[in-house]
């Protein structure tokens, strides 16, 4: 079946320690997304892709990093970097533009990331 | 810039209760309004969006309508099952062309009791 699989669900980091949280889509989508989401706050945007080697910036950039290499894969490196990484990262993809766009987003299970 | 607010939780009723979950937004232009629901657990999935004024997003019993005049997209069901038990968020894309980044409210978390 199509979809998006994260991975892995659950990670423990040390702190000063970088983590690659894996995100892999096989629904031949253009655009893939990393949102952030912690209780209370919603989902915050910390990156974007909307084509491969290609991507933009969200609203908390700060302290992760990306890269888009293949249409199918949108790894999210966390890094030492992050002051506050504990959180649940949720990765998506969607249709790119076109007059039939509809906003749909395809989400991911999720990857709780824990810092000790 | 885009914002959507979201009425506060966490909301508890009884089953087959009625249900509203309000969610206003600011943005220029005509953006597309959704709900995204998420189980326990999971990541989120799509429940209903609308796309232009008026227009009526519907599945699974829920209902919610797209009012340019008070800038609103409230969420309703006649009457509520446990399994509505979710978080659920109101969200917006860029109403630019080929902007599709979604802008999400805080959610909201609902609970059903039998």
């Known amino acids: 079946d199509g979809g998006i699989t994260q991975s892995p669900k659950y990670l423990f980091r040390k702190e000063g320690q970088n983590v690659t949280l894996s995100c892999e889509q096989n629904l031949n989508h253009d655009a893939m997304y990393w949102y952030r989401q912690d209780p209370g706050q919603g989902l915050r945007l910390i990156y974007y892709?909307?084509?491969?080697?290609?991507?933009q910036k969200g609203d908390i950039a700060e302290g992760y990093s990306v890269s888009r290499e293949k249409k199918e894969s949108f790894p999210l490196t966390v890094t030492s970097a992050q002051k506050n990484p504990t959180a649940f990262y949720l990765c998506?993809?969607?249709?790119?533009?076109?007059?039939?766009?509809?906003?749909?987003?395809?989400f991911g299970e999720g990857s709780r990331l824990t810092v000790l | 810039g885009n914002s959507v607010t979201q009425m506060e939780g966490p909301v508890t009723l009884s089953e087959e209760a009625f249900l509203t979950i309000n969610c206003t937004y600011t943005?220029?232009?005509?953006?597309?309004l959704f709900w995204y629901v998420q189980y326990p657990g999971e990541g989120l999935q799509l429940l209903l969006k609308a796309t232009k004024a008026d227009d009526k997003g519907s599945n699974k019993g829920f209902e919610a309508t797209y009012r340019k005049e008070t800038t609103s997209f409230h969420l309703e069901k006649g009457s509520v099952q446990v399994s509505d038990s979710a978080v659920y968020f109101c969200a917006l894309t860029g109403a630019n062309f080929g902007n599709e980044k979604l802008t999400f409210g805080t959610g909201t978390r609902l609970t059903i009791i039998p």
């Open positions: 998506a993809s969607s249709i790119r533009g076109g007059q039939g766009r509809t906003g749909e987003l395809f």
């Open positions: 892709s909307q084509i491969v080697n290609d991507f």
């Open positions: 943005a220029t232009g005509y953006p597309s």
